[in-house]
T-cell receptor, first 113, second 114 residues
Framework: DTGVSQNPRHKITKRGQNVTFRCDPI?????LYWYRQTLGQGPEFLTY????????KSRLLSDRFSAERPKGSFSTLEIQRTEQGDSAMYLC???????????FGPGTRLLVL | QKEVEQNSGPLSVPEGAIASLNCTYS??????FFWYRQYSGKSPELIMF????GDKEDGRFTAQLNKASQYVSLLIRDSQPSDSATYLC??????????????FGAGTRLAVHP
């Protein structure tokens, strides 16, 4: 399967713990995005990488959130000191530089207790 | 006012009918528009995108764009029960360089009944 992959698929954590999610984009895609989706809402843009450069961050991405894409391939999203309001589906998407539509990964569902 | 508005539904149509899904957006400068389908518990799947005023057809799907009215729609012909899902409309607010920063509506739930 050459689609976008994300790990883990599910994560349950206690409030105050740190969590890290990984995204592996489609191999030839140099553009990578993170979105967050809560129940009953559409995905919300969090951040964008072109290769290893993080070119845009949403105001939704507080100081507790950090994303990296160190070699322009996979990306990680870390949430420090998790809060119950962080409970959501975290989606990664990628596209090629000729970018038309983005391909979404299966998502990581986070539950903060 | 939300940037992208969709009727939450559910929109219920009989099998074989045409389903019409509508979306309005507030930023008159928006240039590209996307429709995604999302099954319950799954991630969004791209159906099609449209840039120019008018219609764009792909199989049973037709996207329609009217920039003057800030309106985009998706028609699904010969609706099947497998089309039952939430349909997300998205507007691209990406910056220079042509990347996609998609602003999504909350989605319209479609139910196709046999």
């Amino acid at each position: 399967d050459t689609g976008v992959s994300q790990n883990p698929r599910h994560k349950i954590t206690k409030r105050g713990q740190n969590v890290t999610f990984r995204c592996d984009p489609i191999s030839e895609h140099n553009r990578l995005y993170w979105y967050r989706q809560t129940l009953g809402q559409g995905p919300e843009f969090l951040t964008y990488f072109q290769n290893e450069a993080q070119l845009e961050k949403s105001r939704l991405l507080s100081d507790r959130f950090s994303a990296e894409r160190p070699k322009g391939s996979f990306s990680t999203l870390e949430i420090q000191r998790t809060e119950q309001g962080d409970s959501a589906m975290y989606l990664c998407a990628s596209s090629s530089s000729e970018g038309t539509g983005d391909s979404f990964g299966p998502g990581t569902r986070l539950l903060v207790l | 006012q939300k940037e992208v508005e969709q009727n939450s539904g559910p929109l219920s149509v009989p099998e074989g009918a045409i389903a019409s899904l509508n979306c309005t957006y507030s930023d008159r400068g928006s240039q590209s528009f996307f429709w995604y389908r999302q099954y319950s518990g799954k991630s969004p799947e791209l159906i099609m995108f449209i840039y120019s005023n008018g219609d764009k057809e792909d199989g049973r799907f037709t996207a329609q764009l009217n920039k003057a009215s800030q309106y985009v729609s998706l028609l699904i012909r010969d609706s099947q029960p497998s089309d039952s899902a939430t349909y997300l409309c998205a507007v691209n607010r990406g910056g220079s360089g042509g990347y996609n920063k998609l602003i999504f509506g909350a989605g319209t739930r479609l139910a196709v009944h046999p």
